[in-house]
């Protein structure tokens, strides 16, 4: 099938994952423990959701080791997937590593694509070599005996070029399913029956949509990429995530059903779902998604902060919002310097950060911004 021969209706029911433990938890001053994981990932799996992702390895001595345990206690390993990130050879192996300690059996590289993360992020903009580092990484993973999803980080701004040789070299390599992820909300509907065509015309291709809802079209866009015939769909509860959130599990759920009459899913759950997880996130009683709430355009990593254009296919001031820094213990001595830049007040990042960070933990690590930041730098020259 190729991408101009995309049926009225969806060809076969999705099966969904959800991204709550993984995505959310890494959205900005956002961390679940492992109590909430454990609630959130057996609320999920009684919903008829078939993978919950938690957690992140990049490498040995992964702080989101308890949320992990958590989950394949509540739910066990094989309705769980965690991400691995993906930078060079090395590090690949190190974190499969990890991830095998960790009792891990299926994982999700995460590998960007778009020509301009993967100059950040990979240090090359280079197309062979994205394809050579996905295709070692791929094979280090199956040798190891994981179930294996690879993504295409910034997937939907990766032109078809670029994208499609990369997905092929990926299933060729021995990968179970590829993730398009729409890093940064780009696509209409229509533009992404297209693009997901382009991908499950490659023969033997599994395809999942991982959406983010700054533009309000999450859900529309997962609804899309299905009837062009992607099998997954990646959600999350409340749609709660990074960069105007994620496509909301609740409002998919209920448009499967609507729309397709799909009712596979027991809907009961999701109201509790919401409740559970918004609390465990620190958000209050409801999460707004889109591009002018204050956590649209808010980060914890330096490099979002550094690069946002990277990461923001608007920016924030466009619609009036402000760019802004919020952490609680995911305090790094590059991102300690980005907030004390211009501020006038000078320490040593590097003794500065592990004194916010166990001062963070004695009072229960509240929400930082960066005033919060500088005016800790002040306490700290003080002491």
Partial sequence: MTAK??????PVAPRVSDATLRDSAHMAGVEFGPGDAAVIADLLVRTGVELVEVGMVSGPGSK?????????????????MTLVVVRDRRQVVQALDEALRLGVRHIMYSIPTSEQHARLKLG??????????????????KERGFHVTFSGEDGARTPRERLVPYVEAGFAAGADRFRLAETVAYLSPWQMEEVVGDLTAIDGSEIEIHSHNMLGMAVANSLAA???????????VG???????????AELLTSLRVIHGDTRFDLSHLTELSRVALRGAGLGESFQSGPTTEHAFAYELPGQLVNPEAYETLPAELVGNTRELRVRSRLTPALVKWALDGSGVFVDPDAF???????????????LDRDAIRKAAIDFQAA
């Fill in 5 to 10: 021969e995309i049926p009225d209706e969806a």
């Fill in 64 to 80: 989101d080791a308890p949320l992990v345990d958590a989950v394949h206690e509540a739910v066990t390993p094989e309705r769980s």
């Fill in 124 to 141: 090359s903009p280079s197309p062979k070599f994205l394809q050579s580092l996905a295709r070692a990484a791929i094979t280090e993973a």
């Fill in 226 to 236: 299905v009837r062009a015939g992607a099998r997954w769909i990646s959600a999350t």
């Fill in 239 to 249: 749609g709660i995530g990074e960069r105007g959130g994620n496509a909301p599990l």
């Fill in 353 to 367: 950060t592990p004194w916010l960070a166990a001062r963070q933990a004695r009072d229960g690590a509240p929400l």
